[in-house]
């Protein structure tokens, strides 16, 4: 498997106000693989997703990908892990203002080893003739395809999203979900995928259902839809 996940466990508060988030959480995932997270609100979807991509710490348990285990790593090799292996794709967009579409993307570009063609790259995401604009230039669906593009321009392992599409409406976010599958289907990146939105699920390999921080189904999609079919 590419991405094990054994026993993870996360608390925040303490004392009385304690509260046991994820309580035990064991996954595993292959290469390429389109995983999404389904669950209530506060479920521990997304803090699974941040302990995943480094973002926040567990208790206890471990993460492995590619035999790099998450729980021996110092804080210069955690930034390595990120760098090498992640993207990130939020409902925000936190694209930097004063710099056009081509410069954001290529913020991330500087952050790999083996990036992407830039220019190739805009073609995929519809952005190319928009590559000279400022952020505040563009629709909210132009500016979360330009915070795709900083995420894969990168050519990273694992793509985490955490509910990319919440802040748009039903067209954009069928363009959105329908550029990510193009991305997973066309560089290969394993996505991640937390949404509150239950018809996603129809485009995954993988569904993982979450409920009280713990897995209470994990079944892979037998009937497996693009995403221009899906319809909520």
């Known amino acids: 498997?590419?991405?094990?996940?054994h026993g993870i466990k996360k608390a925040f508060g303490q004392g009385d106000s304690r509260v046991e988030v994820?309580?035990?959480?064991d996954l595993s995932l292959r290469k390429g693989e389109f995983c999404v997270l389904l669950g209530p609100s506060g479920s521990g979807k997304s803090t699974l997703l941040n302990i995943i991509g480094g973002i926040d710490s567990a208790d206890s348990g471990d993460i492995c990908i590619s035999g790099e285990h998450r729980s021996t790593m110092k804080e210069k090799q955690l930034t390595r892990y990120r760098r090498k292996?992640?993207?990130?794709?939020?409902q925000m967009y936190n694209l930097?203002?004063?710099?056009?579409?081509?410069?954001?993307?290529?913020?991330?570009?500087?952050?790999?080893?083996?990036?992407?063609?830039?220019?190739?790259?805009?073609?995929?995401?519809?952005?190319?003739?928009?590559?000279?604009?400022?952020?505040?230039?563009?629709?909210?669906?132009?500016?979360?395809r330009c915070s795709?593009?900083?995420?894969?321009?990168?050519?990273?392992?694992?793509?985490l999203c955490?509910?990319?599409?919440?802040?748009?409406?039903?067209?954009?976010?069928?363009?959105?979900?329908?550029?990510?599958?193009?991305?997973?289907?066309?560089?290969?990146?394993?996505?991640?995928?937390?949404?509150?939105?239950?018809?996603i699920r129809h485009m995954a390999d993988r569904v993982v259902r979450l409920r009280?921080?713990?897995?209470?189904?994990?079944?892979?999609?037998?009937?497996?839809?693009?995403?221009?079919?899906?319809?909520?």
């Not at 498997?1 to 996940?5: G, N, Q, S, V």
């Not at 993307?105 to 952005?127: H, R």
């Not at 795709?148 to 793509?159: C, Q």
Request: glycine residues 8%.
């Open 22 to 25: 994820l309580k035990g959480i």
């Open 212 to 232: 009280d921080g713990m897995i209470r189904d994990n079944s892979l999609n037998t009937n497996k839809l693009p995403a221009e079919a899906l319809e909520w």
């Open 85 to 90: 292996h992640l993207g990130y794709i939020f």
């Open 148 to 159: 795709i593009g900083r995420a894969i321009v990168k050519n990273p392992d694992i793509l």
């Open 96 to 144: 930097i203002p004063n710099l056009t579409v081509r410069e954001n993307i290529e913020v991330g570009a500087y952050l790999s080893d083996k990036p992407l063609n830039v220019d190739e790259l805009l073609k995929t995401l519809g952005l190319y003739p928009h590559r000279d604009k400022l952020p505040n230039q563009l629709s909210g669906g132009q500016q979360q």
């Open 1 to 5: 498997m590419f991405i094990e996940i």
């Open 162 to 199: 955490d509910e990319p599409t919440g802040a748009l409406d039903y067209n954009t976010s069928k363009e959105i979900l329908k550029l990510i599958e193009t991305v997973n289907q066309k560089y290969g990146n394993t996505v991640i995928m937390v949404t509150h939105n239950g018809e």
